[in-house]
């Protein structure tokens, strides 16, 4: 299977040094749509970007609802109580499609279901946790907020931004590493939407099940008084730009041949094997 994958891998690298070829589904079944589509929109995540651009700003408009959206699900408030039973573990079970351990499964469910991507695990495997990787680098150096659950909600809002560059700012070094500080932006989220871009790269008609279940998941974060609305939107804005870097002109698949180069040379695939 290892083989297989990376004689398949390799097939796909061709591509990428000669654009103008598209795999056929005799030289490499499982990634020949994929090769199609990317050569027919090498500009396909221009969207994405846009979005990107467009949720960094939304978050800003959003500043004004976070006092009274935060203190509502920690207090909580007349909405709070409102969502109870099934519907709050509907929101609940939907932090599986933005945290890590819930991306794996999905990934491997994927594999084991869809034979014909079944080498594409890596893609929405990398890109989600990449993004969300991405969102907890930025939430310990270049910005410290308190989050819902750990804020006095008699302060104004502006009083949750704790530190800039919380690596460089002495100020912030008593709290530095604490969870409590590390409210912006919510990494969840960016695992979510970074995952929902990279889903719908593979299965474009299934987009908006994957658009519902980034925006349960980030709500859900508001719910259980981990972040505030504009911290939730910051994230799903550094997980669809960091998706969108990554995938644009099939820059994973190029990179992760680029390994499986190396990884062949220690394997020792020999050229009979990629016949």
């Known amino acids: 299977m290892i083989r297989s994958f990376l004689n398949d891998c390799l097939a796909v690298e061709k591509l990428a040094s000669k654009p103008q070829k598209i795999a056929t589904a005799v ?3 499982s990634l020949a749509v994929y090769a199609e589509e990317l050569a027919a929109a090498p500009t396909s995540m221009r969207r994405v970007y846009y979005l990107a651009a467009a949720l960094f700003l939304l978050g800003f ?3 004004p609802i976070d006092h009274a959206a935060g203190a509502n699900f ?3 408030g007349d909405l709070a109580w409102k969502i109870e039973g099934d519907l709050r573990t509907l929101f609940l079970l939907s932090e599986a499609f933005a945290h890590g351990t819930g991306v794996i499964v999905i990934v491997i469910a994927l594999a084991v279901l869809d034979r014909r991507h079944r080498n594409l695990f890596f893609v929405p495997l990398l890109t989600a946790l990449g993004g969300g990787m991405l969102a907890n680098i930025l939430k310990v150096s270049l910005l410290a907020r308190i989050r819902p659950h750990a804020f006095d909600f008699t302060q104004s809002i502006w009083g949750t931004f704790y530190a800039a560059l919380p690596l460089f700012n002495s100020a912030a070094w008593s709290h530095l590493g604490e969870h409590d500080y590390q409210g912006c932006p919510s990494a969840h989220s960016a695992t979510a939407a970074a ?3 990279a889903l719908t790269l593979i299965y474009p008609h299934g987009r908006w099940l ?3 279940l980034t925006l349960m998941a980030g709500f859900q974060r508001v719910l259980v008084g981990a972040h505030f609305p504009s911290d939730v939107i910051w994230g799903w804005s550094v997980g669809t730009v960091f998706a969108a870097v990554i995938l ?3 820059r994973l698949i190029r990179w992760a041949n680029a390994w499986v180069r190396r990884f062949r040379r220690i394997w020792g695939v020999t ?3 990629e016949k």
Do not use: I, M, R, T
Request: glycine fraction near 10%; charged fraction near 20%.
């Open 271 to 273: 050229k009979s094997a």
């Open 248 to 250: 644009d002109h099939g």
């Open 74 to 76: 920690v207090e909580p």
């Open 195 to 197: 995952l929902a871009v």
């Open 61 to 63: 408009l959003a500043l």
């Open 27 to 29: 030289e490499s079944p």
């Open 210 to 212: 994957f658009v519902g």
